[in-house]
């Protein structure tokens, strides 16, 4: 009688390891389709608009590389925020939301590589109304209509995050046209549509997802 009550002490001990392994690969099972998926659109956005854009709107430049590390600083920062926000609507810190909105908000710019590469191009082809569209139409198929709703959401936060972190000028309604202007003006406006569509992703997320009962466990769905 006594070995069979010790013997049902191991169990708990080896569920551990599994556990994070789960959680590691529903981590990359949620976020990576939606971030490949948004790299591919930026990319094909970036070669579309690089094709039928007129040559006289390929102006677009590398920043100077001495600027490059407090930029991206500065976009790491503006994700980090968008993904705490919507964590904070979400009522707990939330991997994928904050991994998510922070890979959005950094990866946008690359849309610069043609430049990267010495190829003259269009400035800034996926910091348009066109990208914004098209990438909330590919996300929800891809994301939102699997449950994760929050996802497209997120990432329209993350895109004003980023036009509001920029400076500069921008054709924001290309391919329509490829005149450039200055979104100075609307910088603010710009981040606090940042912030309440950032809080609308976790309040979905929350919704979708009622918080369970175990306070002190993380969640990474
Ligand atoms: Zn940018």
Redesign the pocket.
Same mark, same amino acid.
């Given at each position: 009688m006594k070995q069979v009550m010790t013997e049902t002490v191991t169990p708990p001990l080896q569920a551990k390891p599994s556990s994070f392994v789960s959680k590691i690969r529903r981590w990359v099972s949620d976020v990576f389709p939606s971030l490949l998926v948004f790299v591919v659109v930026n990319l094909a956005i970036t070669l579309i608009f690089l094709v039928i854009s007129p040559p006289s709107s390929h102006t677009g430049t590398l920043r100077p590389e001495s600027s490059i590390a407090p930029k991206e600083l500065e976009l790491f920062s503006a994700g980090l925020a968008v993904g705490l926000v919507a964590s904070l609507a979400y009522r707990r810190l939330d991997v994928n939301l904050v991994t998510l909105a922070v890979a959005f908000v950094v990866l946008? !710019?690359m849309d610069h590589l043609p430049a990267f590469f010495g190829i003259n191009q269009p400035i800034?082809p996926a910091?348009s109304l066109a990208f914004l569209a098209i990438t909330l139409v590919v996300l929800y198929f891809v994301a939102g209509r699997r449950g994760h709703i929050e996802i497209p959401i997120l990432f329209a936060s993350a895109f004003f995050a980023?036009m509001a972190a !920029?400076t500069g000028v921008f054709a924001f309604f290309a391919p329509v046209s490829f005149n450039y202007y200055s979104l100075q003006s609307v910088q603010i406006p710009f981040i606090a549509l940042a912030v309440c569509i950032a809080a609308l992703a976790g309040y979905v997320k929350n919704r979708e997802k009622p918080l369970p009962k175990a306070r002190n466990s993380v969640i990474y769905g």
């Open positions: 946008l !710019d800034r910091h980023h !920029d």
